[in-house]
């Protein structure tokens, strides 16, 4: 388990994909938010929390169909459900590589790019603490939805098609969070509520990942 | 003498469509078994059945737990990484260590720390055939292991089967087109071929 | 001989022929006498005025496009379990009928909306569900469409659906705590019984759930026998290419 995890970690680094591209687009995202809806301060400070949690699911979702996709062409997924390690293990052990590679630098920058789109101050703390409460969801709900697309030729437009609905709770709770934060209306709640869908998806969905794993495997 | 692997009236589909039918072998320690047929005719459904990796539509492949492994000419070697890195990853999944005679037995002693992405297909045929070794389990399925091998390095594989594999133990049960040198029997699937309106498979509620 | 035994293809096929055109004549009378008495014969509303006829659309479209999902929920842990086609293939049938329940839902509630609030959308709770539900639709569908062989289809898209569903129910309580939104409480709470829906409206607005859900149950049996038609096509065409 430890060596798959340094394994997709080292593939990562050394593909050149993995920690860059998905911080890259995030930014780059963020960048041009402002050209689509004009420099006004006060609308940009208001929709700030928003852009930066659809940014990050973005950014989750660009490398999703890596997760399971190359070891599945080159045969390395048909090897690991041979081996000795459960394949609910394998997936959720992919899940937690590619929140390494883009959920925790993505919670780590998103407060140092809500500094560009001029957020409160009183939200950075809460934009931190949602993001790291729920980016875990979003990379085990995702590799969910790259279990099912595996074994298809072009499954990228179709994983996310499967994906994004998916998301649609984390999204609220993470982004209500900040909302209710800057304006002091009890942030614990949401803060509470996307804490518990990242325990709950990453408690349940390895199994059924790793279902629809041994299913696209036959 | 106890088999290592028994399989009893095995029958296998392919896409809802049953391909074989009555399989039926032993194989006991040091053992091989040549598995030989036209094209399509069902080697590979034969050796993922086996290995577990699609289910069977009657009979049994009886084994003990934790045994087998399959390899393809798909082998999992990752190109970013180097020979030794690749191998020692597997090692680490089935809680093994890379015993350092691999190198040497399949010629990857120059080869050590270059990236998997740089080797020759056969080379990396190679690096894919040690992992077998470094994995050490008993019973193996092999679906073409020769692919792309030069003759001298088939002989080195046959080598590694005869003298190291199945003198240590081990059986395997082998697809190839080619003649490895190893003393084993061989069979041939054709007679094992499923009639057109062989029954069974998800396609037969409809018929 | 249990009821599973109607859930053999051929079995279904020949059951399902004769039902099918009572299913399609009920369906038509009920909605038809329900639609014609509701727009034409009942009085206009004090709050609404006319456009509270658009509710015999609404209400039953509304209600079909969350039980069909239901629906193929059920029949989705039915293959899981039990692995019969028909029920896989059913659950492929209903697809689209609850998306088009879904879209007329959507689309008659638009058309409510400009009288009543002023605007086609507004991003209301019971909206923005609805909306999520059709995404959910869309994407079954899809993978259904993108898979070949059909038993990994069926496989692959009744786990989808199940871990869906548990996410269509969070989605729903997440927009519930997201926003409160305009939409007015449900008209036939089925649970405490106390509907909103004056008298005068309610015997046409129960004929036209019923002759939904009975049109739903028609369309989908007429699209599971298709379905069934073409696996068995398939099934056909590869004994003869093996047979050659």
């Known amino acids: 388990m430890k060596a798959l995890l340094w394994r997709d970690l080292a593939l990562a680094v050394r593909a050149g994909g993995g920690f860059g591209l998905g911080l890259a687009f995030f930014l780059i995202v963020v960048v041009l938010v402002p050209f689509g809806v004009g420099p006004d301060r006060t609308i940009l400070s208001a929709i700030a929390p928003g852009i930066l949690w659809v940014a990050a699911l973005l950014a989750a979702l660009l490398s999703l169909d890596r997760i399971f996709a190359l070891d599945y062409e080159d045969g390395a997924l048909a090897l690991l459900a041979t081996a000795p390690v459960p394949l609910e293990g394998v997936a959720l052990v992919k899940a937690l590589a590619h929140w390494i590679t883009t959920g925790l630098p993505l919670t780590l920058v998103a407060p140092l790019l809500g500094f560009f789109l001029n957020m409160d101050p009183a939200a950075y703390a809460y934009m931190f603490a949602s993001l790291a409460l729920g980016t875990p969801a979003l990379s085990v709900i995702g590799s969910f939805g790259a279990a099912l697309t595996v074994g298809l030729r072009r499954g990228g437009l179709l994983l996310s098609l499967l994906v994004l609905p998916l998301y649609v709770p984390t999204l609220i709770f993470g982004a209500e969070a900040v909302r209710r934060g800057v304006d002091q209306t009890g942030a614990a709640a949401p803060l509470m509520l996307v804490g518990a869908i990242s325990l709950g998806c990453i408690a349940l969905l390895p199994f059924a990942a790793a279902a629809v794993l041994r299913i696209n495997l036959r | 003498m106890t088999a290592l692997l028994s399989v009893r009236d095995l029958r296998c589909a392919r896409g809802g469509v049953p391909v074989l039918e009555r399989v039926s072998f032993d194989l006991a320690v040091g053992q091989a078994l040549i598995l030989r047929g036209p094209n399509g005719v069902g080697k590979t459904t034969l050796l993922r059945t086996l290995a577990g990796l699609q289910p069977a539509l009657s009979g049994e492949v009886i084994c003990a737990e934790g045994v087998t492994a399959y390899a393809s000419h798909a082998d999992g070697i990752k190109t970013a990484l180097t020979v030794a890195e690749n191998l020692s990853f597997w090692a680490q999944v089935h809680d093994r260590t890379v015993p350092d005679s691999v190198y040497a037995t399949f010629d990857l002693l120059a080869l050590r720390d270059r990236a998997a992405g740089t080797l020759s297909a056969g080379q990396k045929r190679r690096v894919g055939l040690a992992r077998l070794a470094v994995i050490g389990r008993p019973v193996l399925f092999l679906d073409e292991p020769t692919v792309s091998l030069d003759a001298f390095s088939v002989a080195m594989f046959a080598g590694w089967m005869r003298d190291v594999h199945l003198a240590g133990g081990g059986c395997a049960v082998i697809a190839t087109h080619i003649d490895l040198q190893i003393d084993a029997p061989t069979l041939d699937l054709t007679p094992f071929v499923a009639a057109a309106d062989a029954d069974g498979g998800s396609d037969a509620d409809f018929l | ?244």
């Open chain 3, 1 to 244: 001989m249990s009821m599973w035994e109607y859930a053999n293809p051929k079995k279904f096929m020949d059951w399902t022929a004769p039902v099918l055109p009572w299913a399609f004549g009920i369906a038509g009378l009920l909605t038809g006498v329900g639609l014609v008495w509701g727009f034409f014969f009942t009085p206009e509303a004090e709050l609404f005025g006319a456009t509270v006829k658009i509710i015999y659309l609404h209400v039953p479209a509304a209600l079909m496009a969350i039980n069909a999902w239901f629906m193929m929920l059920v029949a989705s842990l039915i293959w899981v379990i039990r692995r019969h086609h028909v029920s896989a293939l059913a659950a492929r049938a209903a697809a689209p009928v609850g998306m088009v329940m879904t879209v007329i839902a959507l689309a008659t509630g638009a058309l409510w909306g400009i009288p009543t609030w002023g605007t086609y959308w507004v991003w209301d709770p019971r909206l923005t569900s609805f909306m999520i539900l059709f995404l959910f639709y869309l994407g079954y569908i899809a993978l259904w469409e993108a898979i070949e062989d059909p038993d990994t289809a069926a496989d692959l898209t009744a786990i989808l659906c199940i871990v869906g569903s548990v996410f269509a129910i969070l989605s729903r309580y997440a927009v519930r705590f997201w926003n409160q939104g305009l939409h007015q409480g449900t008209s036939v709470p089925v649970v405490t019984g106390g509907r909103t829906v004056a008298d005068v409206y309610w015997v046409p607005l129960l004929m036209c759930m019923i002759g939904f859900g009975v049109l739903f149950v028609a369309l989908v049996l007429l699209r599971t026998r298709t379905e069934i038609r073409l696996r068995r096509m398939r099934a056909l065409t590869a004994r003869t290419t093996r047979a050659a």
